[in-house]
């Protein structure tokens, strides 16, 4: 766990992150405009460090109703912002990248950041960056195999000569700068299924796995099956971080949670997926056993460590501000997970 | 309410044949209703590769959408090698899962014989129920033998496809009624 800078005796990290979607704010109609929505950003992260969230992720989605694409320079920007909460992505579009540039790019964070920065790498659940990138879907399982292991070996070697398919060869290539301890923690994003998770299992590498909605216990079969794929590649499963990631709102009740999240979430889904959600399902959702984290901050409190038991994870992370959700709404949830949540959590959660 | 017809072939005179004459009933009988006719055979459509439906350009995106808009689809589908046609089974690979939840979808189906009467039963309500559609149970099944240069000359089919398409509209009100009382009792 200390490769990846986790330490179990201070119990579950809490993250935010952001996708850095430019929605329009669903009862208003209006839609803030891009500058505003990355600075306010940039100002979530530090209200997140100053009420104790350990994680602060910033991810990439190259179409409409996106601002982050360059979510890398975003994380720069935190990174001089903040000064001890950690930065990640979430998640680098890795597959329309050079792993060479991504690397760059976060130990130059890392420095920034006096050893904060962390890459979460993924394949994206848009195809919109392909395109745009010119990157052949043809390509999408492979292309992403072959640049993750590349990072992984970039990572772990200061000299790297390696070869493949999708990138000119590197002979003895010194990647420059380093990160400040010598290496980054790299984390593969995982969608629901387990298809995914096993892959990131027999490489050995912590795993972000999104558990967006829906009952809690249908993404158990992943991580089950991520810790034994590791454990069947040699590795020891109780040495790599596993991390849950879902839709967060929390309110003063459960009534005020559900009103002030319904518009966002379903304005957003309807924009970016082209279907809402569910009322009925919506309904659902404050039950502990459902992954979607909507409710009052106790219903909050035991669904997370209701999940904690589930999957024995080391990080959640929270997307607070999906579908275009105003600041003062932001603010608040941040209140209410540093003041409330967070203390409930760590206590129950770290291991004297 | 708005109202798709779908012939979900781009070739043959039978599957549009039925729909030229689903929508001329729902003409007559629900002028309030939009009705739109998607005859398959009139665009020029691109496989599914995984982009959402909202992406694509051209007559991709204008049929994704029109149907995706619609309150009820009225699917037409001829038979080949015992199945649905490619073109239609790409018209639900182009669409999102879940995308005719809220949705009420109906069936008129061609065939050579009678030996596919069950197909849809066996293919295409399974596809139609895994993507979450109000489907109406009855579907009118026609031959060969009940058209006559492209016109339906078997009475018995004109009775069902009338009413077809008056069961596919209560439908959608039914479950309008519904969806609306369910609404009302949640306070978000």
Request: net charge negative; no cysteine; charged share 25%.
């Amino acid at each position: 766990m200390e490769k990846y800078r986790i330490e179990p005796s201070k119990g579950m990290e809490f993250g935010l992150y952001s996708l850095g979607d430019h929605i329009p704010n669903p009862l208003t109609g209006e839609r803030v405009s891009a500058e505003q929505r990355i600075k306010e950003l940039i100002e979530a992260s530090k209200l997140a460090e100053q009420a104790g969230i350990d994680v602060f992720g910033v991810g990439e989605s190259h179409q409409t109703y996106f601002t982050t694409q360059a979510h890398t320079v975003v994380l720069g920007a935190i990174a001089q912002a903040t000064s001890k909460i950690k930065i990640t992505s979430s998640a680098t579009v890795l597959s329309v990248s050079d792993p060479v540039r991504v690397y760059e790019d976060f130990s130059t964070i890392d420095l920034i950041s006096g050893g904060r920065a962390e890459i979460v790498a993924g394949r994206g659940s848009r195809v919109g960056a392909y395109q745009l990138l010119g990157v052949d879907l043809q390509d999408y399982e492979e292309i992403f195999e072959e640049k993750l292991e590349l990072l992984m070996k970039i990572n772990e070697e200061e000299s790297v000569t390696w070869q493949g398919e999708f990138r000119a060869p590197l002979q003895n290539a010194q990647i420059l700068p380093q990160p400040k301890n010598g290496s980054l923690p790299i984390w593969r994003a995982v969608g629901g299924p387990p298809a995914s998770a096993i892959k990131a299992g027999y490489m050995g590498i912590p795993m972000m796995l999104t558990t967006l909605g829906g009952p809690a216990i249908n993404f158990k079969p992943s991580v089950d099956a991520y810790r034994e794929a590791a454990e069947r590649s040699g590795f020891d499963p109780a040495t790599l971080p596993i991390a849950t990631t879902s839709l967060f709102y929390v309110g003063d009740t459960t009534k005020e949670a559900l009103q002030g999240m319904y518009p966002h979430i379903n304005g957003g889904f309807q924009a970016i997926r082209g279907g809402g959600y569910p009322k009925q399902q919506f309904a659902q959702a404050p039950d502990t056993r459902d992954a979607l984290m909507v409710g009052s901050t106790q219903e909050i409190i035991e669904k997370m460590l209701y999940q904690y038991e589930l999957y024995g994870m080391q990080r959640f992370m929270a997307q607070v501000d999906f579908g275009g959700v105003p600041f003062e709404k932001i603010m608040k949830n941040i209140e209410i997970i540093g003041n409330d949540i967070i203390p409930a959590i760590k206590k129950y959660t770290a291991k004297s | 309410m708005k109202i798709v017809a779908l012939a979900g072939s781009n070739v043959g005179s039978k599957t549009k044949t039925a729909m030229l004459k689903v929508t001329d009933i729902l003409e007559h009988k629900y002028p309030q209703h939009e009705v739109t006719l998607l005859d398959l055979a009139d665009y020029s459509l691109e496989f599914s590769d995984g982009r959402n439906y909202f992406e694509y350009d051209g007559d991709t995106k204008y049929v994704t959408e029109t149907i995706m808009a619609a309150d009820a689809i009225i699917i037409g589908t001829p038979t080949f090698q015992a199945s649905i046609p490619a073109t239609l089974k790409n018209i639900f690979d182009l669409l999102p899962v879940n995308a005719f939840r809220d949705k009420v979808v109906s069936n008129v189906v061609t065939a050579g014989t009678a030996k596919h009467y069950l197909m849809v039963e066996q293919q295409l309500k399974p596809i139609l129920a895994y993507m979450k559609a109000h489907i109406v149970p009855t579907y009118v099944f026609i031959e060969e033998k009940d058209f006559l240069r492209k016109e339906i000359v078997n009475d018995d089919i004109h009775f069902r496809l009338d009413r077809l398409v008056e069961d596919t509209v209560l439908t959608v009100e039914a479950f309008e009624a519904i969806r609306k009382k369910k609404d009302e009792e949640y306070d978000f």
